[in-house]
């Protein structure tokens, strides 16, 4: 079974940075597409970034230009760099892939971020 483990996330002030990871297991991930998602207390769940297996990207407009997906398909593991953040960003992050069919209904613990001063 596919297992999403997300770490990095914590207290920043605006403007400042984090680097999430996302550890995967159960799959071979350089044939999987994958994303991370967000979702703000009492809010729904929304796109964040996209990696596809040739490496492309894609992004919700609201991060672009200050995020930035990679992936590590050796290693399991998919990051998101993310600069110049802000209040609105404070969030639980998730990893997964794109693929609803694809996600079995699995999903990880996501990782805190809290973008306050």
């Known amino acids: 079974q596919m297992s999403l483990v997300e770490s990095g996330g914590g207290l920043v002030q605006p403007g400042g940075s984090l680097r999430l990871s996302c550890a995967t297991s159960?799959?071979?991930?350089?044939?999987?597409?994958m994303a991370w998602y967000r979702q703000a207390s009492g809010k729904q769940r929304e796109f964040v970034a996209s990696?596809?297996?040739?490496?492309?990207?894609s992004y919700a407009d609201f991060v672009k230009g200050r995020f930035t997906i990679s992936r590590d398909n050796a290693k399991n593991m998919v990051y998101l760099q993310m600069n110049s953040l802000k209040p609105e960003d404070t969030a639980v992050y998730y990893c997964?892939?794109?693929?609803?069919?694809?996600?079995?209904?699995?999903w990880g613990q996501g990782t805190q971020v809290t973008v306050s001063s």
């Open positions: 159960g799959i071979i991930l350089r044939i999987w597409n």
């Open positions: 990696i596809y297996t040739d490496n492309s990207t």
């Open positions: 997964n892939t794109p693929s609803e069919w694809a996600r079995q209904g699995v």
